[in-house]
Structures are given as C-alpha cells and as structure tokens.
C-alpha cells in the first residue's frame, strides 16, 4: 500500500486510542474524587504531570481544578493531546484514506468527531462526566469494533493494529506513572485503604479491575504493576500490547517469528524479548518510575523505526511528540 | 404533507401538468407522498440529511478558515423522467460527445475544421483550455473526454437544450450515487412499483473504461485516482470513487518517475501506475510541461505521457471544448464531422466578439443571461431580468474590454420539480448533469444529477450559489 496511506492509517489508530486513555484516565478520577473528598487540587494536578504538557498547562490555566483539568485534557484545541484535537487529527488523517477504511469505519470516526462538536459538549463534560467520558471509550470501541468486523485484516487493518497497540502500551506505562506521583510524596501509606482506592481506580481507568480480581483476588501494589506491565492475556498489559504490535508487524512484511529483516522488526523484537524475561523483582530492583521510563523510550524508538521503514520519505500528519 | 393547492405558475413541471394533475408516470409518487402520516415526509428528510452528514458527505467551503464541511441540500421529492423522454436525450449526447471528441483531436492534430473555415483559428486558440503542448498527441483509441458531464436545461415549451458541456473534471457523480442510496431507503415501495433504472453500477462501468483505455500491457492495468488533497472542495467524491472502484487515491507526492514508469510509493518500495484518473486541472499535471510552481503534479508526467507509457483521463487538452464560445460551435462540429444534425439543440447564443451580436447583447442586456465564457460554477454570471441598472452597467463595460471573453443567451424559463419548503411544496427551478463515459463506446448513466436552485425564483443552480440537489429516475418505459 501508498506508504503516506500507511502512515495515515497508522497515526489515526493511534491518535483514536490516545483520545480513549485520556477518557479513561479523567473519567476514574473524577469517580475516584467523590471517594476522597476534600483533596480536589491534590488528585487533578499529576494528571496534567502525566500528559507530559505540564508547562503549557500552567502557563495558560494556573491551578489544576477539576474544571480546568477536564477543560485541558478534552477540550482544548492548542493542547495537541486533548481529547478533540487528538479526534480531530484522527479523523484528518481518516478523511486522508477513508478510500481504504469500511464506510462504517469512516462513518464511527466521523460521529465520535460530530459528538464532540455538538453543542454544549463542554457543559456536559463537566455535569455529566459520568456518562460523557463513557460515550468517548465507547465510541473508540465502536471504531475498533467495527474495523475488526468489516474491514479485510490486511495490509491497512495490520498498520492500524500496530498504530492501537504501541500507543496503547505507551499509555498503560503512563497510567502506571500517574500512580507512581501519586505514591510517591506518602511510600508510607502503602497497604493503607486509601492506596487500595487508589490502585483499584487505577486498575478501572485500564478496565482491568475485573479481570484482576478474577486472576489475583485483593488489590495489592506490586501485583497491579505485573498485571499491567506484565499479563499476556490482559489486552492493555504492556507485554500484551508488544506481542499484538510485533505480530501485525510481521505480518506486513512477512520475515518469519524471531527474526528481524528491518531495524523496525529488530527493536520490537528486542522489547518483547525483555518483557517475556522480566519478572516483577526486575522492576522493584529498577524501581517503577525508573522501568516506566525506559520502557517508553523502547516504545518511542520503535515508533520511529516503523516509521523510518514504512513511511519515510512521505509520511501521515506528524506526530506531535 | 400533500400538494393541495400546489402551482405550476405557468412553468413546465417536471411532476404535474398545467391543469395540476400529476403526469402519469408521477401518479403513484404523488400518492405515496400523500398517504405518509403528518410530519413523517419531514422526519425522513431529516434523517436523510443526518445520514448524508454522519457518512461525511460534504463539500469543503473556500474561504472558511475553519474549513467547514457542508452537506449539498438534498430535496427529498425526485425529479421522474420517462423512458421515452430519456431516449433522445441519451441519443444526442452520445452524437455531441462523439463529435466534442473529434473536434478535440483534430484540434491537435490537422485543424481541419479550421481549415474549412467552420471555426476561426482565433476561438480556437483563444479557448482557455487549448494547450498548444498537446499538439500532435494520440491518445489511446483516440479518445480524449473520457468523462464528460452536460448540463441540459428544460424550457417553458419542454423542449431540452443543452447548456454548457464540461469536459475537464466534472464532478457530482457521487452525490447522485449517494442520493440514489439515500432514496431506495426512504422509498423502497416507489422504487419496486415503478422500475427505476439502476445507477449503482456507475463505478464498475467507470473501472471498466479505465482499464480499457490503459497503455497495451500483458497484464491487468494499474488505475489510480489523483486528487489535489484533503483540502479540495471535491475531495469526498474523489476519495468515494476511488473506494468504490477499489483503487488506490493518490496525491502528486505519492508520485515519481522512476525507470520511465510512473510509480507509486508503497510500503514495499515502488508499484506502477498505468492509468491516472487525474482530478486536477492541466496546469498543475507536471511543472515541467505546465506551471512551473505546482507542486500537486510530477514532473516528467507528460513526456510518459506523450510517449504513451501511462494513460492520462481526461487527456489533457481537453478543455479546448470546455469554453462558452466554442459551445457555441458544437451544432456545426456535429454537420462537420458527422454529417448529421443535432439531436439536441443548443440554447442560442450571441457571441460578444462578434460585432452585430455585441450590439445585440448591449441593448438588450435586461432580457439576456450573460456568462464570462471561461467560468464555471455560477460565478461571473448576469441573469438580466434579476438585475440591477448598475449590474447591467459594469456587465456592459466588461463586455467593451474583453468581448471574446463573455456570450449572452436568452433567458429560458427553466423548468420546475415540486422541492419541500418547510411544511409544503413549491416549485423550484431545475437542471439536469447526465455523466457520459467513453472509453470503448460511449455509455450515459440513466439520469443524472439533478440541480435545484432552492431560493425562491432562482435560476442558479450551482452548489456555491444556494443550490441542492434531487435524485433523477429514469424509468424503465
């Protein structure tokens, strides 16, 4: 395929699942502030840390509320990881190749970006967050849905995959740091019942908590962080996200299992390599923050081997980070 | 919502006769009409709308910084035409393409028609879209309008003209392809009781051309559709056809030529390109043939093109037919090269460059329309009934400066469909765009894309202008 239509493709998926976590995330916490009452600023200033456009934030908005923070992380069309400008940077690179995607496909891209635009959006975010944040995963899952059901699980669907899932990795490791910040001024408090409230939402904003639940019973720290990172059967583990990318990936270009016929190929491989390797101790002796970031960095490096082989010289809408 | 009291004012309504009968053939329309509860036609309207919006099909608007995405209005009343109404308007587009073409290729070739001084050399060479760079060229068949998209008008007698003929990109298909959907649903009962003919079959009958116009090659042609970009006002139907018709869209940076093949960049290295179905303008094809500044072309695209390794549709030069003057010609090309005389007539035409049909058009400006003969989509238009003293007066003083420049034609009382205004039906002034496609023979799509200037009393159809449009059957008799 057009190597800017694989590029397109690429970015849209990730920039759909971008706009999914930062539902995710904003929609647990605000459920978890009515658990913690009292401790408004405390709760909404490390998601702003998290998105990693802290300074921008501060310039523009000052203190992190509750309604600035929403504002921010939804709404705002000069923060690139907002909610609407990541739907809309999606549905711009959608429109770009909606030849290769299902009419259906288009059609729940287009209504997640109609949905945002609708009048009096913003109200509702914010007195209706509940339901609102809700309506966003959904629509992020109807998309999916509908590319997995009527879309052929070719070329372009392989792209998309692995657009999904990097980014999907990328955004567990960001989830599991949010929680790092937020441990972080009180290691004390750990095993108190406000840390299980803390890890449990942690565990819902993943949708993971049920899952969790089945497989280790009670909420505990150290087995949250190997559930995220960790599971192979959970779809938003880190391990998992890894292992669906570099399947997609060879299925592209077709190099058998555990070789590498690109650096693309050799990155992700290596990656997966390490996680199957990597107990939890691993990451208690690196210490959360320190094995978060680097995995992050491994995620970016692949992103740009994938780019540097399939794109380049003529690529998608950039990306902004 | 019924047609109680509905007025043809003296117009020919493509619905009802003059005595407010419905025409036989719109007979059972008008009863189903009638026999949907109060306030469902209006519901399905809007869902029809809503549905157009939701599957993005939208026409972007210039000059908007926010680049809003419009849907084109869509009346839910269809315009019926009867299958022995159609079969001489399907005739004579078949004989005014096949004479277009011929007068195209001779235009680059001998000039015979200039040489038998049917058509002075000067509106030739004068025709915006004559591109002296294509003299000599051959494309394969001979075909140059592949894709063409009349406009005919109905006057007050009934009588159908030809208005203009647009022979460079015409676009509009899909939204007839989309209304037609649009409508099955909405109607599905009409559609069975009263054997409308098909259109869905318009992107495998476009494929199909464009195949067999490719460059003679062993193996199945690669076709490819070339838009502009997503920021083209006509960018949804580029992108519609090239899905429908399982090809890929490319933009002139997807592009290059490489080992004397036009080539496509892919995720496995370089693909080649054997048709292009290019929606961009000649100027902008190669900088090294035409504008020097495009950068939505790629160079080196005309000298394959020209040594016949890659099949451009439409053949560029096109446009030398594609101009208000010499449509006024067309009826003579047709007796020239066809020894036969026009099935369907031109609307008579003063050319301006002309002395006595100057002087003409001068005096009577209030009665005439007067149309710059290079613009399209309604822009640089007088309709002089409608016109102020001023208007006539700077119309007047463009036509002194530049008379090749502007023709004039009487004004036609177009013809009218019954179009839902709020909660009832009134007349509205229509046009028809038929799509003929040539490539081994020529084929019209049954219908067309029927235009309907939605302000009250307007003649101007065009999208930019406050139009919408209609869903057209054909009938099967």
Known sequence: MLSRVAASIYWMSRYIERAENVARVVGVNNQLVLDLPGQDAEQWDPMVKVTGDEADFRARYGGATRANVIDFLTFDALNPNSIVSCVTTARENARSVREILSSEMWEEINRFYLFLRQPGARERALWDAHAFFREVRRSSHMIEGTKNETMEHGEAWHFSQMGRHIERADQTTRILDLKYFLLLPSAADVGKPIDDLQWGALLRSASGLEAYRRMHGRVAALTVASFLLLNREFPRSVQHCAGRAQASLHAVTGTPARRFANAAERELGRLVADLDYTDIGDVVSTGLHDFVDTLQEKLNHVGNEITRTFFAPSSGSAPSD | ?477
């Not at chain 2, 025709?127 to 494309?139: E, I, K, M, N, V």
């Open chain 2, 1 to 477: 919502m019924t047609f109680d009291g509905y007025d043809t004012e003296g117009f020919h309504d493509e619905m009802f006769q003059a005595d407010g009968s419905p025409r036989p053939e719109a007979r059972l329309l008008v009863e189903r009409i009638e026999s949907l509860p109060a306030g469902e036609l209006i519901r399905r309207h809007q869902a029809a709308e809503r549905a157009l919006l939701n599957t993005g099909i939208t026409f972007t608007v210039y000059g908007d910084e926010q680049g809003t995405e419009r849907i084109l209005p869509f009346d839910i009343v269809p315009r019926i035409v009867t299958g022995e109404a159609w079969e001489p308007i399907e005739r004579g587009l078949k004989q005014r393409i096949e004479a277009l073409n011929l007068f195209i290729d001779d235009v680059y070739h001998d000039r015979k028609i200039v040489r038998d001084a049917v058509i002075p050399a000067a509106v030739v060479e004068s025709s915006q879209g004559f591109r002296p760079q294509c003299a000599g060229l051959d494309p394969p068949g001979g075909v140059w309008c592949h894709i063409t998209g009349t406009d005919l008008v109905r006057d007050r007698d009934g009588t159908v003209y030809v208005l203009e003929d647009n022979l460079r990109c015409p676009s509009g298909v899909s939204y007839l392809l989309e209304n037609r959907a649009v409508m099955q649903e909405t109607f599905p009962a009409v559609f069975e009781g009263l054997g409308v003919r098909p259109v869905n079959d318009y992107p495998s009958r476009l494929l199909q051309m464009l195949e067999d116009v490719a460059p003679p090659s062993q193996s199945r042609p690669s076709v490819a559709v070339l838009t502009p970009g997503v920021y083209n006002a006509a960018y949804f139907e580029h992108s519609f056809l090239a899905q429908q018709m399982g090809i890929e869209l490319v933009e002139g940076r997807d592009l290059a030529v490489v080992d004397d093949r036009l080539q496509m960049r892919t995720t496995r290295g370089f693909e080649p390109v054997d048709v292009l179905y290019r929606r961009i303008d000649d100027d902008f094809l190669d900088p090294t043939c035409f504008r020097p500044d495009s950068l939505l072309g790629v160079p080196g695209l005309m000298e394959l093109y020209q040594r016949k390794r890659v099949t451009l549709v439409n053949a560029p030069g096109t446009g030398v037919a594609d101009d208000k003057v010499v449509y006024a010609y067309v009826p003579d090309m047709i007796r020239y090269y066809l020894d036969q005389e026009a099935i369907l007539p031109n609307v008579p035409t003063w050319l301006c460059w002309r002395d006595d049909d100057r002087r003409y058009v001068l005096d009577h400006l209030s009665e005439l329309v007067v149309k710059a003969a290079n613009e399209a989509g309604g822009y640089g238009m007088l309709v002089g009934p409608a016109s102020t003293p001023g208007e006539r007066r700077e119309f007047a003083a463009r036509i002194e400066a530049a008379p090749r420049n502007y023709i004039a034609q009487p004004t036609l009382a177009l013809s009218r469909v019954p179009t839902r205004i709020a909660e009832r039906f009134e007349g509205r002034h229509v046009d028809l765009r038929p799509y003929i496609l040539y490539g081994r023979d020529i084929y019209v799509l049954p219908g067309g894309l029927t235009r309907v200037a939605l302000r009250k009393g307007s003649l101007v159809v065009n999208s930019s202008q406050g139009g919408g449009s209609k869903d057209t059957w054909v009938l099967a008799c």
